[in-house]
Antibody, heavy 118, light 106 residues
Framework: EVQLVQSGAEVKKPGESLRISCQGS????????ITWVRQMPGKGLEWMGR????????NYSPSFHGHVSISVDKSISTAYLQWSSLQASDTAMYFC???????????WGQGTLVTVSS | DLQMTQSPSTLSASVGDRVTITCRAS??????LAWYQQKPGKAPKLLISDVSSLESGVPSRFSGSGSGTDFTLTISSLQPDDFATYYC????????FGQGTKVEMK
């Protein structure tokens, strides 16, 4: 069974850095893109960017490019979403999902809630 | 930029009702259209890909149709488990979601 398991909830202060993770199991981790989606409180889904675990190639939404960074450690089947300086507006639930080539997001992680507050 | 616009934003319905949600793209997206269901506090679940292909395990009361810029998700007979928020998504080049349609109990 394919599973994506995300790291736990985080509470951070503005200006702090953060890295959250998404570990895959049950299938070849390097055969699919891993994508990240943001959901702000009470709002809809926003695609942030994606990474190809086989070569670490990334695509970013223009809305998020330069503010977050996506990386991967394929030796442990784990993708990461990272901020160098959090803002209060980064408070949201973040989901990772598996993205087969040319297909929508078929398996999702359970979500990681990030709260940024002074 | 490609925009995906869903209507209505909220839909009030009763068990057994036929429910239709529409999704309009700001430009032609061929058949690169998916639908997801999301319940509070949960990850979205993929229901339909390629406009009308039901994912494994999705009940047959769900169906999708459309082409080009106009698409619909239909639930033929609403069940208690179907009260949720539904999102359309274009999934080629950029992966843009509609703003969501909340199906609530009338």
């Amino acid at each position: 069974e394919v599973q994506l398991v995300q790291s736990g909830a985080e509470v951070k202060k503005p200006g702090e850095s953060l890295r959250i993770s998404c570990q895959g199991s049950g299938d070849s981790f390097t055969s699919y893109w891993i994508t990240w989606v943001r959901q702000m409180p009470g709002k809809g889904l926003e695609w942030m960017g994606r990474i190809n675990p086989s070569d670490s190639y990334t695509n970013y939404s223009p809305s998020f490019h330069g503010h977050v960074s996506i990386s991967v450690d394929k030796s442990i089947s784990t993708a990461y979403l990272q901020w160098s300086s959090l803002q209060a507006s980064d408070t949201a639930m973040y989901f990772c999902a598996r993205q087969p080539i040319g297909e929508p997001f078929d398996y999702w992680g359970q979500g990681t809630l990030v709260t940024v507050s002074s | 930029d490609l925009q995906m616009t869903q209507s209505p934003s909220t839909l009030s319905a009763s068990v057994g009702d036929r429910v239709t949600i529409t999704c309009r793209a700001s430009q032609s997206i061929s058949s690169w259209l998916a639908w997801y269901q999301q319940k509070p506090g949960k990850a979205p679940k993929l229901l339909i890909s390629d406009v009308s292909s039901l994912e494994s395990g999705v009940p047959s009361r769900f169906s999708g149709s459309g082409s080009g810029t106009d698409f619909t998700l239909t639930i033929s007979s609403l069940q208690p488990d179907d009260f949720a928020t539904y999102y359309c998504q274009h999934y080629n080049t950029y992966w843009t979601f509609g703003q969501g349609t909340k199906v609530e109990m009338k």
